[in-house]
């Protein structure tokens, strides 16, 4: 019999976060893997140039997207700075896939930014995991390699919220011109023929992409009980999906996984972008280099703040070093890290940025709110037949070839209101509760105080209600074999209405963002979610995985009323990696931070390119709707702006051409150590921090 610590252990494929401190990071550097290493591309802070056309601000999934596409046009001079190693002193905890699982990179520094929510009071007044990839590729070199793509009426949603009167903007994201991003940035393998006979997915190659960077397949072998999911979920009312990638994801399937199938390794953003590239003199990529600031020019153009230089350093207390911007900064740090640099860059809502101490820029309230997650909870089981984790602990030679290494925990659903609620009656009755509700929450859940913000919180929560909520997937359903001895099956919240926000106490870097997700605060989420336990358990019930399962361990079967579900729910949740919002798409006078064309609003010439500035949530995990967007952004990059104004509501604003936005001659700072600005700012000190502490707590009321 498993003791509980196992079981915890291994309750992870989504949960990942318990594995935090499973595994020291001890890796040879005898891996080190010359081949994928294009020296010429990776320079040190002090072989940089002074200045570059293009800025980018972090390295992850979308960082380097921007970086091979800029860096294509010998002409373009491109930099990436990147907070995190490259990765290369870590190979097979990047590159295996079950190193997910049983190796992870996660919860360990420096791969890990090991960020922690505030106290969270709707989920047990934790401080709960935020893990974010460090490394070179982000947050796509830790994680769990699911490829799923969002559904149509979400991403029309999108493009609603984002130009109510401006077709071209709406055009720029809507769904059909999404879908084709989604294709391109993918080379789809299908499954091998056992693999299909075992799990029975389904699929259409229509829907999908041949000549795109990254690789998308399904693992090289399927652990048999994989071939339980699909029926037993039919059992339960829960069809399977002919094909989840065209816009409609309802129902069950095996998810696509990020892998190359020459060598059942991860495909990532850098495998994937820039491992392939020759060495090309005109992109210099400088890892741990942590940016802690934009700087401005002095004079406006057009009534806006122009980026001239950009200031890093390589660990706290360390020099300011600086570089100048020719054209742009592109905002590329995630969802928790580029609100946090616009932040310290005075970029924000006033009373934060008083409030820290940063001198405000450029008055944007949006900045950091609008914070929205998925959260995921699993419902475990032992099981006496073969598991992934089983066949992992044998340690036989199968247990040690790249095929089993391979595997993903692939089998999901998406579940709609219907059938988790059982029924359209009681469905329709749940939502309209929801939607009578917009304006009280409007009024008592946004956690800002500025009015823009409150009517963007209206906007989102009445454009969920009326169009995602109705046929979307409220609930991701997800079929857990990684642990021995036993199951778990997980529910994921895919379109919570509890929204908070991620802001900064301290003008440095080197302090964490406070992150404050409100999770659970709106209590439509903690209904669906003990719905969704419910379904899990009628889905266990089912032949053939009943006869897989024992005794139900996690919550156990004593946790049976809607009541003592939602208080185990609220002790039991956690991430499930999927954060966003902090810099919303969204008109400006409903509090957004970019328009239409990613540009930051008050800014000539700063983008934010990255899971940040979503809108709305997906029901999906958030790699391919972020590639997809920085594909679309850097065709926006170099061919111009899609639309005037992008975002405003009010489209009276000027065109501003893309070269140009950025030039600027006066005002940036020299290339070199500690600039004036950089001085002038200063740093902080833990004693001034704790100064501050009474304020923060008037912050949080
Ligand atoms: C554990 C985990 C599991 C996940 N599983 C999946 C999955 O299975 N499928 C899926 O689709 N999605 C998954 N995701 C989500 C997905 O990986 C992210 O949504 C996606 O990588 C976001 O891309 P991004 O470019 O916005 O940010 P990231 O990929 O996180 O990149 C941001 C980069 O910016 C750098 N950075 C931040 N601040 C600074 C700074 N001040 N200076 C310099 N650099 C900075 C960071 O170090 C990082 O490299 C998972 C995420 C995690 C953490
Ligand atoms: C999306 O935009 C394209 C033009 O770019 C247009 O042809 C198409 O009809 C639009 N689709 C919808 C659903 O509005
Ligand atoms: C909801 O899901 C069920 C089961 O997957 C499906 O039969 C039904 O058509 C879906 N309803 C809507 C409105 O999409
Ligand atoms: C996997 O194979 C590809 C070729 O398809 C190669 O470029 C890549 O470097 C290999 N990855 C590893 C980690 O060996
Ligand atoms: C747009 O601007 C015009 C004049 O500049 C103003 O009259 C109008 O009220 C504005 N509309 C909105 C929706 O803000």
Not at 6 to 15: D, E, M, Y
Not at 348 to 373: F, I, M, R
Not at 467 to 490: D, H, K, M, R
Not at 579 to 606: E, F, H, Q, T
Request: proline share 6%; aromatic share 8%; hydrophobic share 35%.
């Amino acid at each position: 019999m498993l003791s509980l610590g196992t079981l915890v252990f291994c309750i992870s494929s989504v949960s990942l976060s318990h594995l935090v401190h499973a595994t020291p990071v001890h890796e040879p550097h005898s891996h080190f893997n010359r081949h994928a290493f294009h020296k010429r591309n990776y320079v040190t802070p002090d072989q940089r140039s002074s200045s570059y056309d293009y800025v980018i601000v972090g390295g992850g999934l979308a960082g380097l997207v921007l970086a091979a596409r800029l860096s294509d046009d010998s002409s373009k001079t491109v930099l990436v700075l990147e907070a995190g190693p490259n990765g290369d002193a870590v190979p097979t905890k990047i590159n295996v896939p079950s190193s997910t699982y049983y190796d992870s990179l996660l919860g360990v520094a420096p791969y890990d930014w090991v960020y922690t929510t505030v106290p969270q009071p709707n989920a047990g007044n934790r401080n709960m995991a935020q893990p974010r990839g460090k490394v070179l590729g982000g947050s796509s070199a830790v994680n769990g390699m699911y490829l799923v793509r969002p559904a149509q009426v979400e991403v029309d949603a999108w493009s609603s919220l984002i130009a109510p009167n401006d077709k071209t903007a709406a055009e720029t994201w809507n769904w059909s011109n999404f879908f084709t991003a989604l294709k391109n940035i993918e080379t789809f393998t299908p499954p091998l023929p056992d693999v299909q006979s075992v799990a029975g997915m389904k699929y259409d190659a229509a829907s999908h992409g041949t000549t795109g960077k990254v690789h998308a397949t399904y693992p090289a072998y399927m652990v048999p009980i994989s071939s339980t999911w699909l029926p037993s979920l039919e059992g339960a009312g829960i069809a399977t999906s002919p094909d989840s990638y065209s816009g409609n994801n309802i129902g069950g399937m095996f998810a696509l996984s990020a892998e190359n199938p020459s060598n059942w390794t991860r495909s990532y953003s850098k495998s994937a972008y820039i491992d392939t590239l020759p060495p090309r003199p005109n992109l210099h990529i400088i890892t741990d280099a942590t940016v802690e600031r934009i700087v401005f020019a002095d004079n406006l153009v057009a009534g806006d703040r122009v980026a001239s230089a950009v200031e890093f350093s390589t660990g706290p207390g360390t020099p300011v070093l600086s570089v100048n911007v020719n054209k742009e900064a592109l905002l590329c740090g995630g969802a928790y890290g580029s609100p946090h640099v616009l932040l310290l860059s005075g970029v924000g809502p006033k009373d934060v940025l008083d409030g820290a101490k940063v001198t405000v820029q450029n008055e944007l309230p949006g900045v950091g709110q609008h914070l929205s997650d998925h959260l995921s909870a699993g419902v475990a089981f032992t099981s006496n037949v073969d598991t992934q984790g089983t066949i992992k602990s044998s340690g036989s030679v199968f247990s040690q070839s790249a095929e089993f290494n391979s595997f993903i925990n692939s089998g999901i659903a998406y579940v709609n209101g219907s059938r988790l609620f059982d029924g359209d009656a009681s469905f329709s009755t749940f939502l309209s509760s929801i939607s009578s509700a917009v304006d009280s929450s409007a009024a008592s859940l946004v956690p800002s105080q500025y009015d823009p913000v409150v009517q963007g919180y209206k906007a989102v929560y009445q454009t969920i209600a009326s169009s995602s909520y109705p046929t979307t997937g409220l609930i991701e359903i997800l079929f857990s074999i990684n642990s021995a001895g036993a199951v778990s099956i997980q529910v994921g919240l895919q379109q919570p209405f509890s929204r908070g926000r991620v802001y900064i106490t301290s003008p440095s870097v080197y302090d964490a963002p406070a992150i404050d997700p409100q999770y659970f605060t709106h209590p439509a989420d903690v209904t669906v979610m003990r719905q969704a336990v419910r379904l899990v358990r009628l889905i266990a019930q089912q032949s053939p995985l009943k006869d897989a399962l024992g005794e139900e361990l996690k919550p156990g079967t004593a946790v049976s009323s809607d009541e003592d579900i939602e208080n185990w729910l609220r002790g039991a949740v956690g991430t499930e990696y999927h954060p966003s919002g902090g810099c919303s798409m969204l008109p400006k006078d409903k509090g957004g931070v970019v328009d239409a064309n990613l540009k930051v609003y008050g800014l000539s010439n700063v983008r934010v390119v990255d899971s940040s500035v979503f809108p709305v949530t997906f029901s999906a995990h958030l790699m391919t709707p972020t590639y997809a967007l920085a594909e679309k952004a850097v065709d926006i990059i170099l061919n111009g702006n899609t639309t005037p104004s992008g975002g405003s509501s009010n489209s009276s604003t000027s065109t501003t051409g893309n070269d140009k936005t950025g030039s600027t001659s006066s005002g940036a700072s020299d290339s070199g150590t500690s600039s004036k600005t950089g001085a002038a700012m200063g740093r902080v000190s833990a004693s001034w921090l704790a100064l501050f502490v009474p304020f923060l707590a008037a912050l949080l009321m």
